[in-house]
């Protein structure tokens, strides 16, 4: 692409040549462009669902209505040539159609040639101008965009307000734009002599031509989207990462933000490292930081996130939007069909790295339970497979997407075991990055880590929104041996731990599998040991284990003593034993 800024106007305008490759077995009569700038107008489709959906979020309801013609977001594709066939182009409101000249065969290639108009809308949802904090642009979302073709077809979701999806390329993207601002962009500068503006120069002097406007140049190899932001009060500093990528900073050089941002690097780059380590190797030589967008919003290679921030909230949003480079940017499902796959893993990564910068002694995922719990008593509760834009409330994609995404893998652990989770997550990276993992992939993957089968778990867990209850039915002496009765109160599955812990201090943990599960998590992938118990059939209501006794050596009974499973109800997950207490049996 090459792309002309008029900071006068807003206005923008660009050409733009596409190599596209039919990587599917598909001939292709058709191909789709997201036209996102075009959500920001009164009367789109994200206009009306931020007014109408039960509970608006408050940057966007509203706004855009409200939005006058020089305010407002533009995109248009002129004209479109199909290896020098016009073709036709049918735009509906963020959507391009472009009916092909000339077919596209599996395992073919072809090339479009278009010029694009467009005009930067004030900022409303993530990309805009003049931002909160007074960053002048947050070029997200903001060209045509190609939408994604794969095993379910065409995804040329409209904007509507939730996240993407996007086809892997090498972009090559050159910006004119006038010299006093400070770019940062998706992908590596070319020339950095020539542009100064804080970007390393390496053993080259500065050589930048006098002109009005500057002519940046960036290359970025197999990401699936391109973003960038300009500002003439942009501060930029870089930092190394020990054997990973160059990590660039931009924010105003004003002393408050000064304060905070230049604590910031030594943070990110512990944070690179943990997920280097635990999570898979970040693959791009570079990672910009940039104050802008209305949040924390993650794009290849940069995120934009607003500046203004105590330093641990700081942190916090960084080591999120960074972490979503693993999900969003390398694996990179579908966010608009599984956003519990992007958001929720980048949750649950990030709360790992977290612990490591800030050790607490805490779970570091409890939070994740508390959302979710709270989401189902308020009666909101959907099934997580519910399409990202689809959801009834704006709650109940953010608990689901955030929290039960984080608790699902989290949770996860208790069924194949924690090792066997972690060194699942590692072998999910490696077999699944650049291919839009599903989530039969991720399951797959951790059947074979494990040796457990899991459908039951994808399936119950995600598709339906039962819930999780075991209860303590009974626990009765007999024989000198004590008969402990679980029962499953919730519709949902889960193998059961028990812990019993006795008056001389010591404890013993029992697991129970599911039938379902055809094997158990390996007593190597646990810290703690356990006794693995036989499976519960999992048609029964109950079952029944017999533990060594006496009852009087028993001081307490507890399922889920971790507090490691969704457990709706845990009031009745523990039995305690007083002395002198002759069993116990539910009323
Ligand atoms: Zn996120």
């Not at 002309?4 to 599917?24: I, M, Q, W």
């Not at 390329?169 to 770019?183: K, N, P, Q």
């Not at 995404?405 to 999910?428: I, S």
Request: with cysteine; aromatic share 12%; net charge negative.
């Amino acid at each position: 692409m090459d792309v002309t800024l008029e900071p006068a106007t807003h206005g923008f305008k660009g050409t733009a040549k596409l190599v596209y490759t039919n990587n599917s077995p598909d001939t292709l009569r058709e191909v789709f462009f997201h036209l996102y700038l075009n959500a920001f107008q009164p009367g789109s489709e994200m206009d009306v669902r931020s007014r109408t959906i039960a509970d608006p979020d408050d940057r966007v309801g509203g706004r855009i209505a409200a939005l006058t013609p020089e305010q407002e977001g533009r995109i248009q594709v002129k004209e479109l040539v199909q290896d020098g066939k016009p073709a036709t182009l049918e735009e509906l409101g963020t959507v391009l159609k472009v009916k092909l000249p000339k077919p596209l065969l599996p395992k073919r290639s072809t090339s479009f040639d278009y010029e694009f108009v467009g005009q930067v809308p004030v900022q409303i949802r993530r990309s805009g101008r003049d931002n909160a904090e007074g960053v002048a642009y947050s070029m997200t979302q903001w060209y045509p965009k190609l939408a994604e073709y794969d095993q379910r077809g065409w995804h040329a979701y409209p904007y509507v307000g939730r996240e993407f999806y996007g086809v892997w390329g090498d972009f090559d993207v050159t910006l004119h734009v006038d010299s006093a601002y400070t770019i940062a962009a998706t992908g590596m500068l070319q020339d950095p002599e020539r542009i100064g503006h804080g970007y390393p120069l390496g053993k080259k002097a500065l050589k930048r031509p006098g002109t009005a406007q500057l002519t940046w140049h960036f290359i970025a190899k197999n990401v699936h989207d391109f973003a960038w932001a300009a500002d003439k009060e942009f501060k930029h500093t870089t930092e190394q990462v020990p054997n990973g990528p160059l990590l660039h900073f931009f924010y105003k050089d004003t002393p408050e933000m000064e304060a905070t941002w230049k604590e910031l690097p030594a943070y990110m780059v512990r944070s690179f490292q943990h997920m280097n380590t635990h999570f898979g190797t970040y693959p791009w030589p570079q990672y910009s930081f940039v104050q802008g967008g209305d949040g924390g919003m993650e794009y290849p290679m940069l995120t934009l996130i607003t500046g203004n921030r105590r330093l641990g909230s700081l942190v916090g949003v960084s080591v999120h939007e960074s972490v979503h480079s693993w999900y969003y940017g390398l694996l990179a499902s579908n966010e608009g069909r599984f956003p519990w796959m992007d958001e929720g893993f980048t949750e649950y990564a990030g709360s790992e790295v977290m612990q490591e910068l800030f050790p607490a002694p805490d779970d570091p995922h409890a939070s994740a339970f508390t959302g979710y719990r709270a989401l189902v008593n308020s009666g909101k509760h959907e099934a997580p497979s519910t399409p990202a834009d689809h959801f009834i409330t704006n709650r109940a994609y953010g608990t689901t997407a955030y929290s039960f995404g984080e608790l699902f893998v989290h949770q996860l652990g208790t069924v194949v075991g924690e090792k066997d989770l972690k060194a699942g997550l590692l072998r999910y990276f490696d077999v699944c990055k650049f291919k839009h993992p599903e989530p039969i992939d991720l399951e797959r993957v951790m059947e074979k880590q494990s040796g457990v089968e899991l459908d039951w778990y994808f399936d119950e867990w995600i598709n339906t929104t039962r819930t999780l209850d075991y209860g303590i039915r009974s626990v009765l002496a007999m024989n000198g041996e004590l008969r402990v009765e679980l029962e499953r109160i919730g519709e949902q599955l889960m193998p059961v731990d028990l812990r019993v812990e006795r008056r001389d201090g010591s404890s013993t943990t029992y697991h129970v599998p599911l039938s379902l599960e055809r094997g158990a998590k390996r007593a190597v992938s646990e810290a703690l040991p356990f006794t693995l118990c036989d499976p519960w059939q999992w048609t029964d209501p109950t079952y029944t284990l017999t533990i060594p006794g006496p009852l009087a050596a028993i001081k307490s009974v507890t399922i889920d003593p971790l507090g490691r499973t969704a457990e709706i109800d845990a009031t009745n997950n523990t039995v305690e034993f007083p002395l002198g207490t002759e069993g116990f049996a539910k009323p």
